[in-house]
């Protein structure tokens, strides 16, 4: 057999070969691999044509055109089936069972929640929610009239070196205003006794700001202020919400004492200790041996206070107290570092 008739023949079965070895392929991948086979540098055209020099002159011409058009099919014949496999990719996407969202995942994510200082501040409200009080918010750049002069601190009162502040400037302020971080909740009592008309029993979390920096006070902390104004109210009706309270929080049995204090504001003043709730009142390092843990300040609220918020003191009665959120939540984890609630240390939050 010469030559031509060779070359000719494998051309033939070269057409026949491609197009059932596309139809064949069912991924893009194999289609792809198939169509190296065929047209690549080592595929089966090229193994062909090495023949070629053995084909006489006169019949490369008709031989060179029938590989370009054989070339050409293959082209076609790939980009249909290519579009065909992409299609039907495409109908068995469409037919399946859609996506379930809601199905978990198989690497569980971590679950997030709330910062300590936030679960305490929100389980303290909840009990004094439960006693009928009502949260409501105050400001924290607050007026030097409410932190201090209405709250009965005399100007230039040694008192207020315990709060040092942060004096800040405020467009819109009042003028002659001076405007300053709060530097406890306890000006809150005097915004609400001014808008509000009694009975009123409220209380208020959020930072209060003081020029202060070592491990068991940071220059932002939080307290709750909370205070009940009425016909005669009593030093007993205090007692009675405070050791309720603390039953609630610390569990049955704690027991509270009043120690007397002063606040400018309050009229008998006291301190509150619960029995210590780590060694139940035995005496522990916690405690430091006294088995009783301070944590509140608290008293009756002061007539001159009432005169500044223009309520009458001859009418009416009523007792305030305040507590720091952080040292609750302290003493509630074992934490003897404040600064750790503000580092946002993920390692250190995620304990809790
Ligand atoms: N405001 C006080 C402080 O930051 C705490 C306090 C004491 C609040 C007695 C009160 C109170 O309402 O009656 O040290």
């Known amino acids: 057999m010469d030559a031509t008739r060779i ?11 491609f197009t059932a070895r596309f139809e064949a392929a069912t991924t893009e991948q194999a289609l792809r691999d198939e169509k190296a086979t065929v047209l690549g540098k080592k595929g089966k055209l090229t193994e062909i044509l090495k023949q070629m020099g053995r084909v006489p002159p006169e019949d490369r011409k008709r031989i060179g055109e029938r590989v370009n058009a054989l070339k050409e099919q293959v082209e076609t014949r790939f980009s249909e089936r290519l579009a065909a496999l992409r299609n039907l990719r495409r109908q068995a996407e469409l037919s399946a069972p859609p996506f379930d969202l809601s199905m978990p995942a198989r690497i569980p994510t971590p679950r997030g929640h709330l910062h300590p200082l936030t679960q305490t501040q929100s389980d303290l409200l909840a009990i004094f929610r439960d006693l009928g009080f009502l949260a409501v918010e105050g400001p924290e750049v607050e007026l030097e ?3 201090f002069t209405k709250l009965a601190f005399p100007p230039d009162h040694p008192a207020t070196d315990m709060q040092d502040t942060f004096w800040v400037s ?25 808008r509000r008309r009694p009975p009123m029993a409220l209380v208020s979390t959020g930072a209060v700001y003081r020029r202060d920096d070592d491990i068991t006070h940071s220059p932002m902390f939080f307290q709750m202020e909370g205070f009940l104004v009425d016909h005669r109210v009593t030093f007993g009706h205090l007692k009675a ?3 309720t309270f603390a039953e609630r929080f610390y569990g049955p049995g704690t027991r509270t004492r009043f120690r007397p204090s002063y606040f400018p504001f ?3 003043g006291a301190e509150v200790d619960v029995s210590c709730v780590f060694c139940g009142g035995e005496g522990c390092r916690i405690c430091k041996y006294t088995g009783w843990i301070e944590i509140l300040g608290c008293g009756m609220i002061h007539p001159a206070v009432f005169e500044h918020c223009n309520l009458d003191p001859e009418a009416l009665t009523g007792f305030a107290f305040g507590l720091g959120v952080d040292r609750i939540a302290m003493l509630r984890y074992g934490i003897s570092d404040i600064r750790l609630f503000y580092e946002n240390n993920p390692r250190f939050l995620a304990q809790f």
Request: net charge negative; hydrophobic share 40%.
């Open 241 to 243: 919400v405070l050791s």
């Open 266 to 268: 309050v009229e008998p």
């Open 170 to 194: 405020v467009a819109g302020a009042p003028s002659g205003a001076r405007t300053l971080l709060r530097t406890h909740s306890s000006a809150v009592q005097i915004r609400e006794m001014t």
């Open 145 to 147: 009239e409410y932190n």
């Open 7 to 17: 070359i000719e023949e494998a051309l033939d079965q070269f057409g026949q070969d």
